[in-house]
């Protein structure tokens, strides 16, 4: 499947690059309308796991994103309550809000362990949890939680390589009878590569979707052929639309994973090319 849009039909100039960098994610309007789009782009803090708190701080700055996934990495958000204090003071003086957290882990069936975890997104204000791993075992329990503290329960799911959880189809079928705070968050590429869909997986989904990990990849069979946003084979624009026909409330993350020590020059292409194909559509 080929991107219907190239990435040349929207970057044609640097300064191209830096009028769509310059748009805020939660904002970006429409071309014929002016109105904001009703696609919400946010960044996955993990794009950014070998830099500091205030070195992705600045890299938002530069990027006009205000919107955030954030995980305990590096000093991102740390897990001690003085730690996520200062984390919290300094995304509020720079304007970022963070609407999710993750992944976070839930390898224990207990009380305390999945209590402390609610409590760490409670004193941030986050709404959605992004879980890693937890097993179906432990979903009644968290679920309990999910009810206490009115904090949305994303399940990310990992692709072929996890035992439970390959595509948001699994998470559905786990879910689908639970509270509706109960539900999945969409990582695109680890979808098709569990051979699924993703266009149908959203419609699939629906209202239990509360959070998406948007990447590109140039083989839908190869993890390791990830790129920037609009330089692979995702149908992006395709996924827009299908979050807009599903009235999807929450926000579309970036998490770019390649070039670690050198992100910025692949982030910035991918939120220009997204931008773009928001434009695009109208």
């Not at 705070?181 to 699924?196: F, K, N, Q, S, W």
Request: charged share 25%; hydrophobic share 40%; with cysteine.
């Amino acid at each position: 499947m080929k991107n219907a849009f190239s990435r040349r039909d929207f970057i044609q100039s640097a300064a191209l690059v830096s009028a769509a960098a310059a748009i805020p994610s939660f904002a970006q309007p429409s071309v014929e309308t002016g109105r904001p789009s009703p696609i919400r782009l946010g960044l996955a803090s993990y794009t950014f796991r070998t830099f500091s708190r205030a070195q992705m701080i600045g890299f938002m700055k530069q990027l006009s994103v205000t919107a955030l996934n954030v995980k305990d990495t590096k000093d991102h958000l740390p897990i001690d309550q003085a730690g996520e204090a200062q984390a919290i003071a300094d995304y509020t003086a720079a304007g970022i809000k963070l609407h999710a957290a993750g992944a976070i882990y839930f390898p224990k069936d207990e009380d305390d362990d999945i209590r402390g975890k609610f409590e760490y997104c409670k004193r941030a204000n986050i709404p959605v949890i992004v879980a890693g791993d937890p097993v179906p075992e432990t979903l009644s329990r968290i679920e309990k939680f999910v009810r206490e503290y009115d904090i949305r329960f994303a399940i990310h799911n990992h692709g072929p390589e996890d035992k439970i959880w390959h595509s948001p189809l699994d998470v559905l079928k786990a879910v689908e009878n639970m509270d509706p705070r109960m539900g999945c968050c969409i990582d695109v590429g680890h979808c098709v590569r569990a051979g699924i869909d993703v266009v149908q997986a959203i419609h699939a989904v629906g209202p239990r979707l509360f959070n998406m990990h948007m990447k590109d990849l140039t083989s839908f069979g190869s993890k390791e052929s990830q790129v920037a946003v609009g330089d692979g084979i995702m149908p992006v624009r395709e996924i827009f639309a299908a979050l807009i026909d599903t009235k999807y409330p929450g926000f579309v993350d970036l998490e770019y994973e390649v070039h670690a020590d050198d992100p910025m020059p692949g982030v910035i292409a991918s939120f220009a090319y997204m931008r773009g194909v928001l434009t695009g559509m109208g």
